[in-house]
């Protein structure tokens, strides 16, 4: 089965017209994307988008064989624009199944917003599911692995999520992302942002050959995200895993009693992570990464650093002599072990910190060193690194 992806942009295209923002004032070449829209085997069209048939013809195709047009949202505008020689464009109820005269078979998929998803199986079985901007699957239940995926990565990752849970994303399914708007700037970003969701964008106008060979995004199974306060690196952590079913949040910092901004604090944090994830509240890392399970996003390593010197009397020079240096290196070295040993997929949060300032105590000094160390010696188990600095994620190793 032959896909074109005659778009791939979000319905306003990208850049947006009298957009002023920096993603669509860098979105020129390869990155100016159309409304999205697919041909599949010259037979079938998803999406009546404008300039429909001059996209095909740029692509070295023709929409003269198409024998069936389907929409997946809603389009309460003005008519659409549709080429002479078409067959009129419609939306299938959920559900349907459709059998065209091209030997493709066709199931209405019912999504969780307005709209309609596509599963499209070729004559000789491939398999291909399309959903439209803002959709995910309303529950899906088990399914076989798709050959392909073509869906809203950046806008709706948890669609991924599903799909993964209930089987229908694989280790071979090609998920390609479609209707790319400007919340995230085109290039290199967008490259990494996907690749660490298993997924990849491909220019309008390409033609990919469904259930043929192609690298799959390798997904790092263990990353470690550092940045400075308020830098986005929570955030850049929680997208990371944001395509992925029953991810464990570890949340290092506990709870404080009669502290109403740290329970607030938290709070965000919990507001914004998907309703499946669970939450675990602990220090004790080396037993969740000894044991098989889904993947740990750990948050943060400065916290659980803190827990671990409260425990051998870090903060007392005395204590720190006489045994609490030593202490918190087997502490350490557990856990380096773990991360090492780990067969779960994990994201782990730090600071980053002692940029040239100089605590004023021993302590303080003691704190910032071993962190430090602790930073060190975990990066040297992940197989990606990143540095995030002002919203910004910058790649160290992977």
């Known amino acids: 089965m032959e896909l074109t992806l005659l778009g791939t942009g ?10 002023p923002c920096a993603a669509c004032a860098v979105a020129r070449g390869a990155d100016a994307r159309a409304a999205t829209a697919l041909l599949v085997d010259g037979a079938l069209l998803l999406d009546l988008t404008p300039g429909a048939a001059l996209a095909a013809a740029r692509a070295g195709h023709s929409l003269a064989g198409v024998r069936q047009v389907l929409l997946t949202h809603p389009h309460d505008g003005p008519a659409l624009e549709l080429p002479a020689g078409l067959p009129a464009a419609g939306r299938v109820p959920d559900g349907r199944r459709l059998s065209l005269i091209s030997g493709h078979r066709v199931v209405a998929v019912p999504l969780d917003s307005p709209g309609t998803g596509y599963e499209v199986a070729s004559p000789d079985g491939e398999r291909l599911l399309y959903l439209p901007p803002g959709g995910a699957p309303a529950g899906p239940a088990e399914v076989r692995p798709y050959d392909m995926v073509v869906a809203d990565v950046c806008g709706r990752p948890d669609a991924l999520a599903r799909l993964r849970a209930a089987g229908g994303i694989g280790p071979a399914t090609d998920v390609i992302a479609v ?18 969701l298993g ?12 259930g043929e060979y192609h690298a799959v995004p390798d997904v790092p199974r263990r990353a470690l995200v550092l940045g400075g306060a308020r830098s986005g690196k929570s955030v850049e952590a929680e997208r990371r895993l944001a395509g992925f079913p029953r991810v464990v949040y570890v949340a290092t910092g506990g709870g404080r009693e009669g502290d109403a901004e740290w329970a607030a604090r938290v709070g965000l944090h919990r507001e914004r992570r998907p309703a499946s994830w669970r939450t675990e509240e602990t220090c004790e890392l080396a037993p969740l990464l000894d044991e098989p399970g889904p993947p740990l996003l750990i948050d943060c390593l400065a916290l659980w650093l803190t827990d671990a010197m409260d425990r051998v009397g870090a903060w007392d020079d005395e204590k720190w002599a006489a ?12 856990l380096v072990a773990a991360v090492r040993g780990t067969s779960r997929t994990v994201v782990a949060v730090s600071n980053e910190v002692g940029s040239g300032v100089v605590p004023a105590t021993a302590s303080g000094r003691r704190f910032r060193d071993e962190l430090g160390r602790l930073n060190a010696a975990f990066a040297a188990e992940c197989e990606q690194v990143l540095l995030v600095v002002a919203g910004q994620a910058l790649l160290l190793r992977g």
């Open 179 to 196: 209707h790319i708007d400007h919340e995230v700037p085109p290039g290199r970003e967008l490259e990494r942002r996907l690749a660490a």
């Open 323 to 334: 045994g609490g240096e030593r202490a918190l290196k087997e502490r350490t070295a557990e």
């Open 10 to 19: 979000a319905p306003a295209g990208l850049p947006r017209p009298d957009c």
């Open 199 to 210: 997924a990849r964008a491909v220019p309008d106008g390409t033609t990919l050959v469904v």
